[in-house]
């Protein structure tokens, strides 16, 4: 529910009232066996979307999952071929499986028509094929479709925005919260280590006091880029908060973490911080605190503890340094 009422905030009454009216013309796939209804069937819906026709069903599912189209028809006119399987696939298939489905049957193919719709085809029409109707029934399937990948796309954005820092394009602590556990519990499954690293910039706050706030964003902005050229693309990195960022680390035994934490504390220190803004190169450190997965059983909550007692001792041993 809170999704939905985000979706409908983000993309705005004047976007979802666009969301319903599409106005680029379709993408048809036509799979038909025979020549004299490709040709009767093309020239039905020409006027209203592009028509590709292919007369091979199994060659038809490599071209459906090739292309996006916005409607698949299937004539079953097929020597020697169920057209349901062509159907079937292409409900299997993660590229096709939103594509709406229209399939062209004969009258008294009742049981055929109700395999179609439990395999989820989208809709039928009957021969012989009266062009208004195809029409109709074809217009309303893209309608949809074209909808629908608006609104998928919508969400997709929305679900972005929820999980990134703003500021910094990492995933933020709302991310983070909702993912650690879940890499926790799949390392304990697998018996794998896991590490993670909390690090705080040192005495951030007199980067903003003496050059301000935006200076000390583009600081911020600065470290996230050094902090995602430290990891490996199975990490979790995450802008936790303020001036504080947690790096959550798969198959990583304590070792090999500290390793990781002492190369991003180096690439932080050995190259100062660009502020054009400010017309300045600041020098930068942080502290790093690292903590491991407890075999034994462990909770995301004690784990980002354990981190952050030992960035404490960072901080407290005198900062510009990792603590495991
Ligand atoms: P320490 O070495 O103990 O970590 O000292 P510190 O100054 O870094 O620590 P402190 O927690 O006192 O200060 C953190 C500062 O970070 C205070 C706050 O104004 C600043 N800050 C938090 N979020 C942002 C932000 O998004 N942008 C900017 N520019 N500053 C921020
Ligand atoms: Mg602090
Ligand atoms: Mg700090
Ligand atoms: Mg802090």
Do not use: W
């Amino acid at each position: 529910l809170r999704l939905r009422a985000q979706t409908a905030h983000t993309i705005g009454l004047q976007e979802l009232a666009r969301l319903d009216r599409p106005d680029e013309p379709g993408n048809i796939l036509l799979v038909d066996g025979r020549a004299s209804s490709q040709e009767r069937l093309v020239r039905a819906l020409s006027p209203i979307a592009e028509v590709s026709v292919i007369s091979d069903p199994q060659a038809a599912l490599f071209e459906a999952a090739e292309n996006s189209f916005d409607l698949v028809i299937v004539n079953a006119n097929f020597d020697d071929y169920d057209p349901l399987r062509l159907c079937s696939q292409l409900r299997s298939l993660e590229r096709t499986r939103f594509i709406p489905l229209l399939l062209v049957t004969e009258q008294g193919h009742d049981e055929m028509i109700v395999r179609a719709l439990e395999l989820g085809v989208t809709d039928y029409i009957m021969r012989p094929v009266d062009p208004n109707e195809l029409v109709a029934r074809s217009l309303t399937q893209i309608r949809r479709k074209l909808c629908n990948d608006r609104l998928r796309a919508s969400v997709q954005q929305t679900i972005e925005l929820a999980i990134t820092d703003d500021l910094t394009g990492l995933h933020n602590r709302r991310y983070l919260d909702g993912h650690l556990k879940l890499l926790m519990d799949r390392a304990g499954a697998r018996g794998r280590p896991l590490s993670i690293c909390i690090t705080d910039i040192d005495r951030f706050k007199r980067v903003n006091d003496t050059y301000g706030h935006d200076a000390g964003d583009e600081v911020l902005r600065e470290f996230a880029n050094r902090v995602r050229a430290t990891v490996r693309g199975a990490d979790l990195a995450c802008r936790f908060g303020g001036e504080e960022f947690v790096i959550v680390m798969p198959d990583t035994t304590p070792e090999m973490a500290a390793i990781v934490a002492e190369r991003l504390r180096l690439m932080v220190e050995s190259r100062g911080f660009d502020i054009p803004r400010a017309d300045t190169v600041l020098s930068v450190t942080a502290s790093l605190g690292i903590a491991s997965l407890r075999p034994e059983g462990d909770t995301a909550e004690a784990l980002l503890k354990r981190a952050d007692m030992a960035l404490y001792q960072a901080k407290n041993g005198g900062r510009n340094r990792v603590v495991a």
